[in-house]
């Protein structure tokens, strides 16, 4: 059962569009991050967060912008979509409290966002 | 530049047999190993991990070798099972770091 939700999974907009892609997270993580993946590439970092109030700017240049007004809420927004923001979103959170020995502070993501700009 | 790589993208084992998956990395300060399994139209899941005090993590059927001095991971399934069928991404970071930086993946399928 899934703990981070992701909406919506699949979204296929024109371009200049304004897009906010929600996610959401039932643990308490303080963490969350916004992954991006293109089709057989790598994920890149966009964004990521130490908690309320903490935004940062990943390795990968995004033009899209992110909030974190609450734990458990970490929304990502396009003010106006082209087709180059074509691409999967990933959501992910962890906990850095659990520590490291198991395995633990592990990202935990959501199902993805497709998003598609036309 | 890719600090993570993955160079086969795909995997075919006879169901029973041993899949082995391969991940390079070029950061001599990574600390700290992943491999996630995605499946299709879903999120990519924590499978196994290992630190670089270790070189060997064994979870079941998974077991995760690594080499600091090749700078060098695999991910053993023994045996495979037709279940296994997915998309296998390894990643790397240290533990003091912001993220980790992950592989392009390798499709692993299981052949009944």
């Known amino acids: 059962e899934a703990d981070i939700y992701q909406t919506p999974r699949y979204l296929v907009i024109g371009t200049g569009k304004k897009i906010t892609l929600e996610c959401s997270q039932t643990?308490?993580?303080?963490?969350m991050y916004w992954y991006q993946q293109d089709p057989g590439m790598e994920l890149h970092l966009i964004h990521y967060s130490y908690g309320v109030n903490s935004t940062e700017k990943g390795d990968l240049s995004s033009e899209s912008t992110v909030s974190r007004i609450r734990t458990e809420h970490f929304p990502l927004t396009l003010e106006s979509a082209r087709p180059s923001h074509t691409s999967q979103y990933l959501c992910a959170s962890s906990d850095p409290r659990t520590g490291w020995s198991s395995g633990a502070n592990v990202l935990t993501f959501g199902a993805g966002s497709r998003l598609t700009v036309l | 530049d890719q600090q993570v790589k993955q160079n086969s993208p795909s995997l075919s084992v006879q169901e029973g047999r041993i899949s082995i998956l391969n991940c390079d990395y070029t950061n001599s300060m990574f600390d700290y190993f992943l491999w996630y399994k995605k499946y299709p139209a879903e999120g990519p899941t924590f499978l196994i991990s290992i630190s670089s005090i270790k070189d060997k993590n064994e979870d079941g059927r998974f077991t995760v070798f690594l080499n600091k001095s090749a700078k060098h991971l695999s991910l053993h399934i023994v045996p495979s099972q037709p279940g296994d069928s997915a998309v296998y991404f390894c990643a790397s970071g240290r533990v003091t770091g912001n993220q980790f930086y992950f592989g392009t993946g390798t499709s692993l399928t299981v052949i009944p």
């Open positions: 643990m308490g993580h303080d963490k």
